[in-house]
């Protein structure tokens, strides 16, 4: 049996294939995992901009990034002056 990937509650962003006039409601909050139709698990989803609620498929949302692609570097220690 296949797992809901997002729960309750949290935020997703739905992929309204290059609809830019839609992509204004991301993101969504997760509101409800629902029964899967065939192989395709289903979520409602509800934005803050709109007044009702949608049903997404999972294969359409991917989670909202709140932080840019991080890039792990190692500091290196203060230059102290003297030589090792």
Do not use: C, W
Request: charged content about 25%; overall charge negative; proline content about 10%.
């Amino acid at each position: 049996m296949t797992t809901h990937r997002y729960s309750v509650g949290d935020s997703v962003v739905l992929d309204f294939q290059g609809e830019q006039l839609f992509a204004k409601l991301n993101p969504f909050t997760i509101e409800a995992q629902l029964p899967p139709v065939g192989s395709f698990l289903q979520y409602r989803i509800k934005s803050a901009v709109e007044n009702f609620r949608r049903v997404a498929p999972e294969d359409k949302l991917s989670p909202v990034s709140n932080e840019p692609d991080a890039v792990l570097v190692e500091a290196s220690p203060p230059y102290s002056g003297e030589e090792d």
